[in-house]
């Protein structure tokens, strides 16, 4: 692989770290969300869930698990993702080492 081609697969190494950041910063949101609504709905018999366009009342322990369960999937995927951000920077770092010595070596012959 040439020089060139190296640094362009960093590039696109860079490019997916910065997607896979945006993904898990969303995931982090919704977390942050899931996590405030548990809070909100404690000690309350019931409360309102948005259902297409209307409110409807629902027993608390029904919102709660429902909240859990998405809370679990939302865990699951920023897991996911952070294993993913650090393949990619495993990867970018073993090519960007590649690359400078293949400079350092140009440089010295």
């Not at 950041?21 to 982090?28: A, I, P, R, V």
């Not at 809370?71 to 073993?94: F, H, M, P, S, Y």
């Amino acid at each position: 692989m040439s020089a060139q081609e190296k640094i362009q697969q960093l590039q696109m190494f860079e490019q997916s770290l910065q997607s896979l950041l945006q993904q898990k910063q969303t995931m982090q949101v919704q977390l942050a969300e899931v996590e405030s609504a548990l809070k909100e709905i404690q000690g309350k018999d019931s409360a309102y869930k948005i259902i297409g366009n209307i409110m409807v009342a629902t027993p608390t322990p029904e919102i709660v698990t429902e909240l859990e369960s998405k809370k679990e999937l939302v865990e699951l995927r920023i897991g996911t993702l952070d294993k993913q951000e650090a393949d990619v920077k495993e990867k970018a770092e073993a090519l960007q080492k590649e690359v400078v010595e293949d400079m350092q070596n140009e440089r010295s012959q």
